[in-house]
C-alpha cells in the first residue's frame, strides 16, 4: 500500500479494510491534504515502514492507539507536518532511535515525550 493515497483528495472510510497482511505503509497517506477518517481498527501488526504515512496530510486527526507497532522498523517522519495531535501512549517505540514527528514541534503529539 506504499504511495496508495499519495498526493489525492480521498477521504473517504477505510475502517472495514483488512490490513492483516500489510508490511508496507510508506508514504500511504503522504499529502493526502483531505484524509481525515477513523483506521484505528487496522491491524499493523506486521508493517514494518512506516516512513512519511501521514506526512503533509493536513487534515489528520484521529485516534491512533489501538495500533500494534511493535514490529515496526521505520517511523520516520510518518507524523511530519501533519495535523496530528493524539495521545499515543499505547505505542511501544524508542524515541531515541526513531525520528517518528520529523518537522513538527513533538510536544505537539501527547504521550511520546
Do not use: H
Amino acid at each position: 500500500m506504499s504511495s496508495m493515497f499519495k498526493g489525492t483528495s480521498f477521504n473517504q472510510p477505510l475502517n472495514k479494510w483488512d490490513t492483516s497482511s500489510l508490511e508496507n505503509m510508506d508514504s500511504i497517506f503522504l499529502c493526502a491534504k483531505s484524509f481525515n477518517q477513523d483506521i484505528n481498527s487496522w491491524n499493523v501488526s506486521k508493517v514494518k515502514d512506516m516512513s512519511l504515512a501521514f506526512m503533509f496530510a493536513s487534515k489528520f486527526n484521529q485516534n491512533l492507539d489501538k495500533w500494534n507497532v511493535k514490529n515496526c522498523e521505520n517511523f520516520n517522519c510518518m507524523f511530519a507536518l501533519s495535523g496530528f495531535k493524539q495521545d499515543l501512549r499505547s505505542w511501544n517505540i524508542d524515541l531515541e532511535q526513531e525520528d517518528v514527528f520529523g518537522e513538527i514541534l513533538r510536544n505537539e503529539v501527547k504521550g511520546l515525550i
